[in-house]
Each structure stands twice: as C-alpha cells, then as structure tokens.
C-alpha cells in the first residue's frame, strides 16, 4: 500500500570517527546506508509512505538493517529473511583534500546479492504503488540477482507502477560491458532515468558538450518521460557545488546550484532522487520535483550516515531562500 | 565586591557531536550556557573580578550551572537556590552550508524565568561593581522576570553602578511589540548599549544607511555613553567575517576584521562584550575595548561551547598581529 | 489490527555513562524508554503484532520518540502529534553499592500529559486487538491525562478487548490517596493486574504474609482474571535476585528465580509484562507465560537502555536453561 | 575565611577508559585529583567553607587545577602562580582480580615540589580557620615541600589553628626512615591523625593486636587531641569491606561497616577525612564525624574521579539507612 | 630466527562498547584477536621471539592484523599477503548474568581460510625455532586450510621442531566428526596438547571421572610429551575460576585456582597456552609452566582485547603472592 | 640491516578531541610522535626497510613509543631502555582560524634527553645502511644529548652511510645561538639539508629573495650534495598551500603546489623527509624524490596524528593526477 516500492541492498556501514584512516582506527561508527534504502527512507521522511524490498540475514545485522528502515516508518513487509547468508558491510574513510574519501566493499555473498527471482511477492508488494525506484547496483551484486532485478521491473509493469532507475555505475561491482548490456534490457521499462554525464558515457558510451544535450541524447535512444542529471563539482573534498536538471516532453528544467560544506557525502544523490520522486510525484511538477530534490539532497551533505534526517519544514525553508544564521 | 555583576539565565546545552542532527543522536555533550552567565566568565578569564546573579534549583543540573560559573573565579554568592523548578536546556544543532545551525529552547519554566522582584538581595550583590551588566533575554523569560530585570537597573542607579545592556532579542520568547516596550524602559538606565543591527530594526525599528548611522540614531533617542554594534557577515556557515564599531562621545571607533573558520560560533557576541567591558573599564580606553572586544570574540569562534577558554596572552597576540603558524 | 496496544508516555532519557554523577556528566547517552513503550516493544520484539498510543510534540525529540518505536515494528499510526508541548525526559545515574541508582524527572507539561480526553480515535485504534495494556503512571501524568487514561479503559472494554495493567507507582507523581482513588476505579476494568508487594501496599493499603498471600487478596477484592507479582531482591546494586508468581484460578504459578547481574536495570518489570503477555496470549499457558517473562525479564537487565533487544531464541535458550559460557 | 584549610599537591589524573592498560590505550581521562585537593573539595560539598593551598604553573594543566578546585567554591586565592616548573601528572590504570589498580606518578619536578618555605602568606590563608589539614605526601615531594610543609604546620600552631595530618605513606616518594623522621617531628603540631594500620607500622613501626590498640598506642606515644583509623578488607578489586574507628579521650567510636561495589576507589580515604572533619567540626561530635566519614567515604568508591561528587542529603539518607533500590 | 612460530588465523574483531547488544550499537570497538596470533604476542611479551604466519588481503584490514602483530615485537615477515580475499571478521557481545557473552563470526572466505599448501616457506619460516603452535581452529576454516594445517605439521617435524597444538574445537567451523578424523592424524605429530575436558570428549570421545584421568586417557591414546588441560567453573558470567593441570611424565602438576573478575575473557585459554610454553621452553620447568600459564591467563581477563597487554613483572608478582590494593 | 636509520626523540602526544582548549577538555586522545620517529615510519611504509633509535624508560609509555614504531615495521633492536627517566610528552591543541594550532612540550627530562655518548652501538645500528637521518632537535634536547648528536654524525660518516639532516629549530628547546653553534659543527657531515627558509634564516641568519636563493647559499656556504626546502602558506588554519624545491649539482627541481585542508599537519615535514628519502634513495632521481615528498606530505595534513598512514598506491594515484571524487 506503499506510494513508493524500491528494492536495492542496504549494507552495515562502518566508518572511522574523526578523519583517522580504517588501518589506525580504534572504534568505527556503525550505521546503514544503500542506495535504495536511502531514497525508501528519504521519500517517507518528505511525507509520502514507501516500503523496501531486501534479502537480509536473521542475524543482530539484517535486523539492524531492517530495524534502521522501519525507524523513518517504512513498510518491511516484504523483506526476504534468510538464515544462510551474511549482510554486506562497507568501510567508509572520510577524505581531505589532497586525499578523497574512499569506500571499500566487503558485501561478496550478502544475503541480498544471492537472491534468486521468484523470491519476491511483488505482486503483493507492488500493489497500490505509484512508483517503483532501483539502481544498477541491484543489477550489479551477482547473475542472480540481476535476473531478480529485471524480473522486478517486469512486475512493476505488469502492476502498472510507475519505474525509476539510477543507473549508478559501480566500477567495483561489474565490467561497463556487463552493465551496458544489463541497463539497456532494463531501459524500456524505465520512465524516469536518474544518473549522472560521467555514468552514461560509462554504461551506454553517450557523450555530449554538457549534460543537457546528454539528457537529450538518452531521451533519443530510451525514450524516457523524463530524464534527470545531478552535476557535482568538486571544489575540494570538504566543498561542492551541487545541482541538477530534468528533462522532459522536450524542455530542460534548472534549479539552483548550491555550494555545500561536506559533512557527509554519502546518499547526495540518493536524496536528489527522493526529493525530486516526492516533488513530481506529489502533483507532477517537474519544477518541484527539481527544486526539492536539489534542496533535499544539498542538506543531505551536512549530516551524518547515508539517511537524510532532514525535514520537509527545512526543504521549504531552504527552497524559499532561508539564511545560513544560527536560528533561535 | 566583584568589578562586574551580570544578572540572566544559564542553560544547560545539550548538542549532538560530530554534526549529528538531535533525531539521530546517539550521545549529547553537555554544556552551560547563556549571554549574561558568558559574559561575567569571559570578563574574569580577562582579569578582572566577577558575579553572576540568576536562580537555579537545587538539583544536579542546577548546582551544575553554579560549578561552571565558579570554576573560572566567578562569585555566585548571590545567586537564588530553589527547591522548586527546573533547569532551562538548549539543544543545539550545528550545521553546514546550507544548513545553519539550530537552537531548540526547552527552557520554559526555568527557575530564572520564575524569579520574583525582591528574591535578590542588589544592594549586597551590587556593593563595590563598577558596572552591572544583562539583556534582552532576561526581560523576554516572562512577565515576573521582567519586574525583576526592572528592579535590577534601578538597583544599579541607586547603587551608582554603570549599566551596560546587551539588546539581544529572541523571537522565540516575546514579540516585537512587548520587547519595545520594556526595553525603551530599560534604556532610561542604560550606559552603554551593545547591539546589531537587526535587533535595533526589530526593537526599536531604527535603521540607517550602516550601522555607523544606526549607532548615531541610537545614540540621539537614547542619549548612551556608549554604543557598541557588532557586525556578521556569513561567508558560510563554517566561516564568518566579524567585527564592530563603537560611538563614544561622538566618535566612532572601528577595529579590525577577522575571518573566522567556526568551530562554535554561540557566546560570540557576548565574548565580544566581555573584552569591550574589560578593555573600556580598565582605563577608560575605548580602542582597545573594540580591539579587545573583537579579537576575544574572534578567538571564542574557535572554542567548543557557550564559554570563551582564551587567555589574556592570547588576546594580546592577536591584537598584535600574531599568525596562523603552528605554535612551538 | 494489532495484537497488543499500550499507552502512556515515552520520555527521552538522558544519562551519563561510566557511572559519572549528573552532576559532574561532560556528555550523556540518550536513549527512549517509558513503561507502555517498554512493553509495546518487548512484545513485539517476541514476535506479536503491537502498537504504541502517545502524544508527542513535533520536533526532534517527539521523532526520536516515534522513530525508537518503529524501529521494532511497533505501529504508531494512534499517536497524537502537537506544535505545542515539549518531550518528556528523564535523567538516571547508574549507581553501585551503597549508592542506588536514581532517576530525575524532567517530564512536567510533557506532550502526553497535556493529553485530553477524546484526542484519541480509540475505537479504530483497538480494533482487532487482543490485549489493551497501560500502567498507573499513565493516570499519574496529570488531571486530564487520567481522564484518557480512564476513556482509554472504558474504551477497551466497549471494544471487547482484554485490560492489562501495570499499578506501577511513581511517588514522584501523585499521592498514595490519590493513586488509590484513581486505580480502584481502574481495576474494575482490569483483567490482569500486575504488581509488586510494595505497590500493592502503597496503593491498595493490602498487605500479606508473603507475595502468595498478596495475590489471594487482590484477587479476592477486585476479581481478577489473573494476577502477576514480580518479586526483586536487592543483593547489591549490581547484583539481583529476580521472580515472580502468577494467580490464575486459584492456582499460583512459579518459576525460576534468576540473580541478574545488573547492566541496566530499568524497564525490568516492563519486560516481564511483555514477556508475560506474549506467552500467556499465544496459547493461554500460564506456566509458559510466567516463565518467558521472568526469564525475558531477567535478560534485560543486561541490557543497556529501557528497550530489552534480547530475541525470542535467547528467551527459548535460557527457559531450556543454557548456561553461561561464551557461545562461538 | 575558610573553615578549613587544606595544604598539598592537586595533579592532573590521566586515566585509560574501561579498563584498558595504559599501555594500550587511544584515549586518556582527564581529572584532577590529589589527597588534601580532595579534602579540601569533600568539606566544601558537605557544607562548609574551604580553601586550598597550592603551586601550580600558569599554563593551561594548572589553570585546570585551579578551576577544579574552583568549582566546587572552594577558595584559591592564597595558591601560588610560577611562569617556571610543571603540572604534576599520574597516570592511574584501574584493575580486576587478581590484577590490583594501579598508580604510576609522573610529579617529578611538579610546581608544588618545588615550592619553598616563605611563599605562602599563611598568616592570611589561615585567618578565621578552625582546622589546617595536610598530609605525608605533602612532606614526601621534595625536601623543600618538607620545609614548606614543617613551615605550614607551625604557622597553623601560631595562628591557633587546629591541626589534622593524614599520614598518608607513599612508597614511590620517600624512604620509611625519611617518614620517620619527618612526620614524628610533624606529630608534635598534630591534633588529629587519620591513618591506617599499615602506614602507622611503615611509619613509626607501630603494631598491635587490632587497630583499637594501634590507635591507643599512637595516642600514648604523641598524645593527640584524636586518632582515626580507616580500615579497608580488599574481598576483590571490585568489592571491598570498608570501615573505621575513632579513638578519643580513651573511648573508641565504631561505626557501620559498608561493602561497597568499586567503581574508583581513589581518594575513598580523602572523603573519610573530609566526612570525619566535617561531622566533627560542626558540633565536635565525635560519633557524628566518623559516621558521617565512613558513609561519604563509601560513596565515594561509586563515583569516578578522585572527587566526591555526593551530596550532604545522598550522606544523610545512607547514615539513616537508605537502600539499594532505584529512586523514582 | 623466532623461538616460537604459531600458524592461524587473526581476524578484525568488533565488539559494541558498555554492554551494548550488536544489533543496537552505534558506534564498534576494533581490535585484532585470534588463537595463534594471541600465542605469538603472548610469548613474545613475556620475553621470547616468536612469528606468526598467516594469510592477509593487502588492504587496510589486512594491514591492520601486520601492524597489531608486529607492534609487540612479533615476526610478520612469513605472512602470505593475496590482493583477492578479505580478511575475517568476528563480533563480539559482552553478556551479564544471565545472558552469556557470544560471539558471532563473519570469516567465510578470509584470506587465511583460502590458504593452499605450498604457499608458506615453512622451512625457512621454521628454522632455528624450538616450537611450532597452532590449532584446531586452522584446521577446520577449509579444506584447504586444513591441507596446509597438515603441511605445517610435516614442516615442523622435518625440521625437528617440537609441536604444541590446541585442540580448540569450535562448532561453528566444523563438525565433531570431521574434527576427529582430522585432529586424529594432527595427534602423531604432536608433542604438546593444550585443551579441555569438554574438546577432548567431543573431538575423541574421551571421558573421565576428572580432568586428570581425561589427561592420562589422552597420555595413553597418543603418546604425547605433555598434556595441558585448563579448567574454566562460571560462577557467573562476571566472575569464574581458573586453573589448569599438566601431565608430564606420568606424573601431573597442579597451580593456584585464581577466582577473576571478567574484564574479556576472550583470548584466556591462549594466554594460558603463551604463559606455559615461555615457562616450559626456558628451562623445561613444567611447574614454572603451569604456573606462569595459569597466571598470565588470569590476568588477562583484566584486560579488554584478545591480547594479554600485562608484563612478566607482573605474572612475578603474582605467582609471588602479589594482593589487590591499589598499588602507588 | 635496515636502508635508512633515524635518531631522536618519540614523545605520548595528548590531544584534546573536537577543537578542546587542552584547559577545557574531559579527555585527550593518545598518539606518538616525534620528528624522525615519522620519517623513519614514512621511509618503511613507502616500501624500504628502516630503524629508529631513541632513548626511553621501561614503563607503559616507554612501551608504548616502541610499539608504535614496529607497529610499522620499523626495527627498534637499538633502541636503548633505561628504568630510571621520565617519557616525554606533548600536548596539541588543534586551532582555528584565527586561533594557530599550540603545542604545549612536557618533555624536559625525558629519556632520550639524558642519552650520553656512548650508549649507543653505532656500529651495529649503521651497519649496511644507506642513509642515516637525524635533526636539529635531537641536539637541542640537553648539552648530553648534544654530544650523543655528534658522535652519531661521526659514526654515520665512519660507516660510510650518507646523513640527511632537518634543520627543524625549535625555540622553546634552545637560542638561536646555541643552535648555530651546534649545527654549524653538524653542517660539515651533512650530504642532504631539509630545511625552510625561516629556519635558515635563523639559525644560520642566511636570507634570499626567494628560497631558490636561500638554497644556493646554502649550499655555496655548506657544499652539500643536495638542499630541499619545504614552502607552506597559511591560507587560514584549516587550508595551506605546500609544496618544496630540491638543488641538487646546480639545477633547481620543482613539483606541484598542493592546498590541503587540514586534518592535522603536525608531521607534515616529515613526511616530506620520508617521501623524498624514499624516492631519492631507490633510484637517485631527485624529480621523483621530490614528487613523492610533496604528495606523501600533501596527503599527510589528511590524517590524524603525527604519522602518515598513507600508502604508496596512494601517492602514486596523487602524483599521477587522481582527483577529489569519491573513490567507490
């Protein structure tokens, strides 16, 4: 019953307090990210109701894991519980120009890369949404997997539920070959494509003079309802600037762009996605939809963890031009 | 017999580490806080003699209050003890471009704000003081606390004690409209104003071309010694430019600007008070109460809570242009 | 449509670790604790449907509340939401003979005590439920929180659903002549009364010459379905003697009496209700009830926070009487 | 003005969390803590007035020292300031059986051990003093302390100021013969010794069947106005059986026995004195103060740090009796 | 050129602070721990050179299991590094009466559990060593770990190196059949056993009406040099006793029982194992060997981590009668 | 055996975490560090094998230095251990602009400042090394250890092994006289000089218009094989630019400027040394020597503590341009 259905791998995320690197440090902080967990919990924080789709160990773990989604009141009803696998972890070292941050996987055999199709009842699971979110890196975890991943989308059209898709390249994960193939079969179940210049030109090898005649290009081959591009520049490893723009029937929507100090970088684009879902979603205004997802996702750099703890009421404020005093 | 009185409310300030957002926060660090209370430590750890005045319960947190203003010398001998009611808290939040950091008050009810007129003893608290000093804040707690901040300046008239108010209007605790009222009120005793110019827009709806113009406005409605205006400019949340002017005797004295890379920007102003007071009334110098004033201020940015740990060395080797070098 | 709902107030709590005094605390752990939140988690936890009614305000803290909830899957679609008031908190400090532990309640005006009759939608929120559960210190709260309180059980019993109540007597709150006064009024819609010898004499004035006999009587004055005394013995502050009997038609229930060393005792009693309750409802076994909630119970206390995050398969393990090697 | 006047070192205390070897340890505790700081601490909490006399460097560890000190209201303005040594450091790492808790002291060349004789004004420090407490370890730093020391003791005699002198042998500082030597001449300034049995053996090689005779044979040798012995059984390094007695105009005064649950055993004997000087000095009820001294005492062995965080009321409700149930 | 080389597996091993259960912990405590690295640091910390082999990924965890190694002295440079694998990791919560503390392991696939024979250079590894030491533990992490396992022990009698090996039985890893049939032929090649009552019965099937008839049935079953059996009685998971025997030349040696109070009880037995071999391997002294054994491994369960951080001095002083004051 | 051979002092290095005043904080984070400790930590994880020799006393500090030293690898078989004296220590207090960072030195008396001639076994030590490393303030630390300075130089120079010498003067340990005195004696073993133009200037009082001049003198007065001199620029406390020049047989070498943001750039220097000894060294190429020196340092201001735990995969991927992104 869920406006919003994503399926993806949330990971245990542990990290080294205080920029100290993973080989010198003497606690980490634990907490739970992924891509599709974060845009669940981003969209249910704005105010719309969603659920998650995993495959997680009956171990302290897989229930952090799914205790951490529930916590924003995310729908865990269809989570697959498994008493075999391990969940996937992955290190997270803060950076500091010269050095970037740095994410080194240890999610070989997670519960979640061994799901096997059928496993879902996504008929069940799908019901009543209005949208259904994944990413490449579903497809990229193992072979398995991706066939769960492309069965997934199948359902999603079979449930006349809308599909987004990041296409979120993982170099770490599988071969740009493998992925072109993969996302080109899951393109023509997608409507709204989410990504980046840098990963299109990865997975499908189209380039252009800047992202808006890439977002052109992917609309000509995919015929997408809309297209949106996040552009990050790095100014340096604790300063960004950060913004997006969407594609659709035809005209390109801009927003502001902003200059974000870093606390946490982790779920940017996560968050863009969920807050352009809810804007668009809401009542189709792609400038909404844009405006918030940039807002949204520029706030996510100054908190903790991959979840975005910020508020509609901050999104607002933000979106209406509000200052960077103390407020009291 | 202390040179300094001040009279307010200290707070117990709870603030998530590590930029966490109050939902997410797994710990809080515990600190005490409040302009008056900030401003009789930072005058002390200058050198000169002090006295808090404010009413606390006699419980753990209260007697804690009482312990962090006593640990840097200053007398809390007149301070009111209550079996009765609570300790005000603040939370604070830091934030990040664009998000700014965030007050949230839980400090209805405080002792202080439930002060009646004649629980202070003025004439033995104010005996000996070259200045008694307190704000806007004071007066906002609640109906009783403002007879009682009244009855404070008149205390210090009778006493012959010089009143310095720092303006320091808060939305959160009373309107435009009651503010304006009681602090025309208070004027009538105060010597010298510290302010910005937006509290003096939003209290006594007087603006000016700059805020050297804003202090001479002031200065013809109210007829003060002296009026100090500190002056923010948000680079970012992580970095402010800060300095102040000051009007004496028809002259305005201006001091240097400092970049400050902010580890904690709450006590600014009133750190800035602090060195003002301590400067001003150690010979009468105006200058170097500015240049005191500023760079103390300038220093508290990069201190963790309400207090200003700086020394009087490190003051003076700001003040003389000292570096950015590592020091050893 | 949950099995079990409680109601009352969860607080935010508040305390220093490593045995620090308040007083002296540099940070606090914060955590979410509150005797109905402790049991509508616990039962949960066991594997039963539940939900949670309170009211909190909307802010950081009134999420935390709702967020600590959810996380075990604890509905909260029936909690009240206010701009207006503030959350409940409560400071413990960890004791060690011959200093007990001690709690600080900072909880007056909270969101849930401000609650009025008729705020909740009782009727749906009961429905299909098994078993309504709350505790005397929800009627402590304020005059017009034991008006709900009192709807709260006509509301059940209109709705054909089991009463549970904890009498849990917290003298801070309100007078033995006033608790007395309010819970006979309760008990009359009490199915399952469970208590402590100590409480029992406080608020009923009915005393025994052992906790047997303390049953006979309550019982035999109100007629309850069941009754359940817990029984602690202090041994030291960190070690614990722990059991309980249970009254159910005429025959008296025992079980294991287990000594705990204490890591956190609070919410003890809470996780004997929960415990309780889960084995009692899922088959009407009194002998798996008592014994699952003594041995739930005695788990908690080594277990940080009011939450026991124990699982069903360390209930069943130490029920089957598994010893206290290092399991690997 | 203060009622008593304590004299000796205040160190900074380093000391690894949880139970780590110093060896191994990330992070280091920082208190302060030292015997004649800790009484001079204990008395102002229980209710009169103190002040501590001292040496410390004016950088940022003896500014810590003071401002410790400071907290609690006692009076430094008789300490003494040198732009030239050292704060006296220990590292204290705490133990479990059989491995004991352990003190490693990096004091050499601290500010107080160089102090020498004629720095202080004690004619001023002592004016209106009822009692001037120091003890051993004072004498032991240095043989400049020595005289330092020698010097304070006849400068009390002068101005009609009650002696009280914890012997207080430390091995790490002096040999047994220099304690001789030194503390028998000190005996003849001393109205109340504290010791135990173990010390008075090491220092004047005195024995005897139980601590009753030792302290009537230390009366008969030096003739004091009262002797109290603190006697300490080691059950385990966490649990100890804590006690002592009084021996004054030929009567013994006994008092509970406590076993007490150790969370930081350092400075226990400190609160002895302080709880002894206390009861005592009040009403010169001996009974009174070795109640009083054993109950703080036992206190303090829950409280972290070397600094008795208890209240008078916490001492009151134990002496009366109090249990080990939580207080709510 | 090491006295003793130990051949096995250390992993990163996590553990929640204060209590915490795994599933609720926000922040991981990180050290490196595992049977034959604990042997290796054990040994060498008392004074004899020791090496470690073992497999490691070349990333930061595998680094860090090198550096917590070489830090105490230990010989790394017979490690195999491999740029596939990932290094073991295992979680560890610390329990309370009555909930046992428990291990949870997430080693599938380590970089050591992929071994194959031939990768080590073992004679170079083993020349000019007195003793070869590993475990069960090696053996049952694969089969082609176990190939190696059996590999090690042909090495180390080649090139007449005496071997110890700890039985070490885990039933996580394997099963008593497959442990059987392996330990079985690991039996003719060694010199020493270390183990328990309860391995011995469950990996050969060896019962006996004490611990010592168990040591004479293994004596007569395998012919071994000497048989070390340790004995751990839970009085409760805070406190147990500890003691071992050794059988030696028909005739059996007995120690101390030393009653603990559990800081870590991980790394315990192995600290037994390093204590008896550095007392054994310098002069033959099997008395010296149990008793230095027994007392190391007391005292390790004071000390957080699988590594004894304690000194010889201090297993002196404590074979020597060493008491539990406070030492200063 | 070791390639490159250091000498000098490690001090425990105390920090207060989160930007603490050190007069503020509740605790202090434990590292070591100290000048040739970091290069030769920096040679040995680059790749090449090194020793460090150094004075320290049998305790857990004295432990503790020598364990963080082979943690990397390093030899410490001539390390010289004594029971008599102290471990040095520092304290670091971290700044913001415009407050400069603070070391606070607590080193008097240390260990390695009472080394004497003689203590060491040169010949040993040096033997089959290529470069031997020291610095200025090895000498500066006492007159004793001035001399040990020297006939570690004349030692280097018997045993043929090239010196490498940091000017790195230190005004708190000496006068500018007395280290033109010494390191003027020291010039004349000296192949390599790692120096900035401000300790140029002020110790040998030579100045240039720029510090490729500043190297020329140099080296024209001193004839050394090669100069490197290091730039920073202080953009503000937490961002400096960095980069370094090398004259080597007449020719001016040059590398890439870096800005980093601060971590900690204590050791900054050093690493400089390491990563330039390291390139230099293998190959004689004085470009690589100086592009691994300017980007193992850049990279060091982005990690906590003296050391530099970055690998060379990572200066590779520096030098050879990576950028700021994420690395996932």
Known sequence: MADVVTFGEAMVRLSPPDFNRLEQTATLDVR???????????????????AFVT??????????????????GVD?????????????LYFLEFGASPRPSNVIYDRKDSAISRIKKGEVNWDAALSGAKLF??????????????????????KAKQNKV????????????????EAQECMTMAMKYTDILITTEEDTMRVFKIEGKDYEEVARKLHDRFGFELVLI??????????????????????????RT????????????????????????????????????VAFSALKHSVPGDVNWCTPDEVKRLVGGGGLRIVR
Chains 1, 2, 3, 4, 5, 6 share one sequence.
């Open 32 to 50: 739970v990210g992924g891509a599709e967990f974060n845009v669940a919990i981003g969209v249910a924080r704005l105010g719309m109701s969603s």
């Open 55 to 72: 495959r997680v160990p009956t171990n302290p773990l897989g229930r952090m894991i799914v205790n951490k989604t529930r916590e924003h």
């Open 76 to 88: 865990c009803s269809h989570v697959v519980w498994t008493k075999e696998d391990r969940a996937g």
């Open 133 to 154: 979110h994944t990413s490449g890196i579903t497809a990229a975890l193992s072979p398995t997997a991706r066939e769960a991943f492309l069965e997934s989308l199948e």
């Open 162 to 177: 809308k599909v987004s898709i990041d296409l979120n390249y993982r170099a770490k994960l599988w071969t740009e070959a």
């Open 230 to 255: 996040t552009l990050r520049e790095d100014l340096s490893v604790w300063r960004n600037k950060w913004t997006a723009i969407a594609l659709h029937d035809g005209k390109v929507y801009k927003t």
């Open 258 to 293: 902003y200059e974000v100090e870093i606390v946490d970088r982790v779920g940017g684009g996560d968050s863009c996605s969920a807050g352009f879902l809810y804007g668009y979603l809401q009542d189709g205004d792609v400038q909404k939809g844009i405006d918030w997802g």
